[in-house]
């Protein structure tokens, strides 16, 4: 018998039942090789039973991202329109800021305080969706930052369209 080091790792998410691993890791490693399972009984007479090497594969999750970037969409009288579609099934934020101000993150807009205005919308895989920023007033400029927060909690990359503003009346 020959004696190695083993250096223990627990994976989220993963349970070995029975000879079985059952669950759904998480986490970013691409490949993890060389793991093994191992069961003990200390009732008789500490038994032990590992099973052979085998590697463990998990895939991150991908973002979801914007297959139509948000864009502004034929305004109507103080409403400014942002058409958009979404690669997942999920939530959209949207805001508007004051001219220039910081980009915020898509947690950020998750949480909506803080804006000019806020809203949020539940949106299907690859259909095209709009929602409008409503009581515009002329000359006001503002910058509007969107991001799509998929069913699991992953964030898109916050997209931007600068100087929004209303048209005047004709």
């Given at each position: 018998i020959y004696e190695f080091p083993v250096d223990a790792e627990t994976i989220a998410g993963?349970?070995?039942s029975t000879g079985t691993i059952n669950g759904t890791p998480t986490g970013t490693q691409a490949v993890t090789s060389n793991y093994f399972g191992r069961s003990t009984n200390t009732a008789n007479g500490a038994l032990i039973a590992d099973t052979n090497l085998f590697s463990i594969?998990?895939?991150?999750?991908?973002n979801p991202t914007f297959t139509s970037a948000p864009a502004i969409g034929?305004?109507?009288a103080s409403t400014i329109p942002i058409n958009f579609t979404s690669d997942t099934t999920?939530?959209?934020?949207?805001?508007?800021l004051?001219?220039?101000?910081?980009?915020?993150?898509c947690d950020a807009l998750e949480i909506?305080?803080?804006y000019v205005q806020a809203w949020s919308e539940a949106v299907v895989a690859t259909v095209a969706d709009s929602h409008s920023f409503s009581s515009i007033t002329d000359g006001t400029l503002t910058d509007g930052y969107f991001c799509i927060e998929d069913g699991s909690g992953n964030d898109s990359a916050v997209a931007a369209i600068a100087d929004m503003y209303k048209l005047p009346a004709y």
């Open positions: 993963v349970a070995l594969t998990i895939n991150a999750a991908a034929t305004r109507p999920g939530t959209v934020y949207g805001a508007r004051t001219d220039g101000a910081a980009a915020p993150t909506g305080a803080g």
